[in-house]
């Protein structure tokens, strides 16, 4: 127990991260769809859960704006401080810290004495009593962005610091909190006991944080904390992207507000195909990526920009032949897939219906993921910020005109405007980055080769499926996308497993 306790306490090498982050972000989505199921048999597609996912928008939202932007901004600066001076380290740490109390807590102030008002903005054709419901769901829950951007920072710390089975393992914490809480609430509050339940999990990973992270935090307070010329410089960087976060959020807030026009269930089936589609994205692409972003930071950080452009472009190409096959394979069997997951209680037919088809509108967005992702990042990291507010206007104004345009296919109209902008912002950046940084990562080659085998599976599928027993349909799809997922892999796969054989000897 101690040479573990004693290993993971020293810093962790990529490869180990990667582990770390791929294995635990697994166990926690695996969780988190069990929560899912929780949630659809207790409450379905109600009106009641349409008002809390409402609610939690703003109170979620509000935190991730400004610190996903500072901890963005902060990483790449803390690994040069770590590098170059690192007796200030933990002061710089502690600075964007005590920064995010400040701000947050504003925001929490904000939603706890205008509540009535950002339930109108967030949904304006819901009727007196969906609002009544709504508002009071925010009130409850106005504390809620100081934790989550606690939370944020701290997890940035131990990234940093190469602690990513630390940073990792916090994840799973929240599952392990909520779903008992909604099984207890839920009987006697109702959809408040959902809103409930995701509050104390949210604070329980804090107060976890706090004790993996307290090593790294400086308690000694000075004008610095707030005034120092790291602060400054963070916050100057950060502004372009609280900007693009915010419209970020705004974007949410008009595809909520279009959706709140529209049969009772709309709201509810789009977030429930969010999560799902935030499920596959953590475990296949996003786990990588937190590991990665510390790599390129740190090759950024010594101007080795030529292997950091053919390092970006060996993460997309692994990325495609992990996602092509599963995402062909989800357009294919989403009814079923949703059938098996939810329908049960009051979760039923048409429950299942709308979800299965927002998750099909919403599934090619993870195509365009691995580019925006590490496209942006690397603008971050060489503080070119600014550029990423032109993105973030246009994926506003597109989503806004494409939302109206496609309101008439309902829910499944907001779920194709999310895709299409997606796609549309992914070339702008792509664009961007390879003209102000010379840094290109899509190879048109690639990107082709990983579709063309999936695609005409998906094509013959769909011809054949009424021709064929559906039971035996499914399992020669299943197996079709599994030996394409196989054979993109085998090297990968085989390289895992080589590694993981030489670390137990």
Request: glycine share 4%.
């Amino acid at each position: 127990m101690k040479r573990i306790s004693k290993f993971i306490g020293k810093p962790q090498s990529i490869l180990f991260g990667f582990f770390s982050v791929t294995f635990f972000t697994l166990i926690s989505k695996i969780l988190g769809l069990g929560r899912e199921i929780v949630l659809a048999s207790s409450f379905g597609t109600s009106w009641h859960l349409d008002c809390v996912i409402v609610a939690m928008e703003p109170t979620i939202q509000l935190g991730m704006i400004i610190t996903t932007a500072l901890s963005t901004v902060m990483l790449p600066i803390y690994i040069d401080k770590k590098i170059k001076d690192p007796e200030k380290v933990k002061s710089y740490g502690t600075s964007i810290l005590f920064a995010s109390i400040l701000s947050l807590t504003v925001f929490g102030a904000l939603l706890f004495f205008f509540n009535k008002e950002i339930a109108m903005i967030f949904a304006p054709k819901f009727s007196t009593e969906k609002l009544t419901y709504t508002a009071k769901i925010i009130l409850y829950l106005s504390p809620m962005p100081i934790f989550i951007g606690l939370n944020t920072i701290m997890g940035t710390i131990l990234r940093a610091e190469r602690s990513f089975f630390q940073q990792a393992i916090v994840q799973v914490i929240f599952n392990i909190i909520t779903i008992p809480l909604i099984i207890f609430f839920s009987p006697s509050l109702g959809e408040t006991g959902y809103a409930l339940s995701w509050f104390l999990g949210t604070v329980s990973m804090t107060i976890v944080f706090f004790f993996l992270t307290k090593k790294h935090i400086s308690f000694h307070i000075d004008k610095n904390i707030f005034f120092g010329k790291d602060i400054k410089e963070t916050y100057k960087l950060s502004l372009p992207l609280f900007l693009g976060n915010g419209i970020g959020s705004v974007n949410q807030i008009v595809d909520k507000a279009f959706a709140s026009s529209l049969a009772t269930g709309s709201i509810s089936s789009l977030r429930y195909s969010q999560n799902l589609l935030t499920m596959f994205n953590s475990v296949f692409v996003s786990s990588f990526f937190t590991t990665a972003y510390t790599k390129i930071s740190e090759m950024a950080v010594k101007s080795d920009f030529i292997n950091l452009e053919f390092l970006l472009k060996n993460i997309c190409k692994k990325s495609l032949n992990v996602i092509v096959p599963i995402t062909f394979w989800i357009i294919l069997t989403a009814d079923r897939l949703i059938q098996l997951l939810f329908q049960r209680g009051d979760f039923n037919d048409n429950s299942t219906s709308m979800v299965s088809v927002a998750l099909i509108s919403y599934i090619l967005i993870i195509l365009t993921t691995p580019y925006y992702t590490l496209s942006a990042n690397v603008l971050v990291i060489l503080k070119k910020t600014k550029l990423l507010t032109i993105v973030s206007v246009t994926s506003l104004l597109l989503n806004t005109l494409l939302d109206y345009i496609f309101l008439g296919f309902g829910h499944t109209g907001i779920a194709l405007s999310t895709t299409f902008v997606s796609f549309i912002c992914t070339i702008i950046i792509l664009i961007i980055l390879q003209r102000k940084t010379r840094i290109n990562i899509f190879d048109f080659k690639v990107f082709l080769n990983s579709l063309f085998i999936p695609l005409l599976i998906l094509l013959f599928s769909l011809l054949t499926k009424q021709y064929i027993d559906e039971l035996l349909w499914l399992s020669l799809v299943t197996s079709a996308y599994i030996f394409i997922f196989v054979k993109n892999n085998l090297y990968l796969l085989k390289s895992i497993i080589y590694k993981l054989k030489r670390r137990r000897k």
